[in-house]
């Protein structure tokens, strides 16, 4: 794994990847249990410290970050665009997403509850 890469394992963070499963998944399909990620989430060093920026205000708040996708390999982009191949969802080569350079997640506000 690229050493650049850190995984977000802090309980201000609640990581719950839509393609490790395929309760949420478009694709129908566990891409990031078949390549073997699971519901592991990686990002950039550079990303995981605006990330922490976050943790004062999650904290006065009481909320916690939720992590739909971050870092996706080349192989799992693959497989996402052959199941919906159209640019605009996943685009055509692995090289152009920012989620397979790991400076992109997307994410949802957790309240308290």
């Known amino acids: 794994m690229d050493k650049n890469l850190i995984e977000i394992r802090d309980s201000h963070f609640v990581v719950d990847l839509m393609y490790a499963g395929t309760a949420h998944n ?3 399909r ?9 519901n592991r989430a990686f990002v950039h060093r550079d990303l995981w410290n605006c990330l922490q ?7 006065q708040t009481g909320r916690r970050l ?6 996706r390999p080349a192989a799992a982009h693959r ?5 919906i191949p159209q640019d605009g969802f996943f685009v055509p080569e692995a090289s152009r997403s920012p989620h397979c350079r790991a400076t992109a997640v997307d994410v949802a506000l957790l309240d308290a509850d």
């Open 79 to 83: 497989l996402l665009f052959e199941a």
């Open 26 to 28: 478009m694709t129908g």
């Open 53 to 59: 920026k976050l943790i004062p205000y999650l904290e």
């Open 66 to 71: 939720k992590i739909y996708d971050a870092f």
């Open 30 to 38: 566990p891409v990031y249990q078949e390549i073997g990620l699971g």
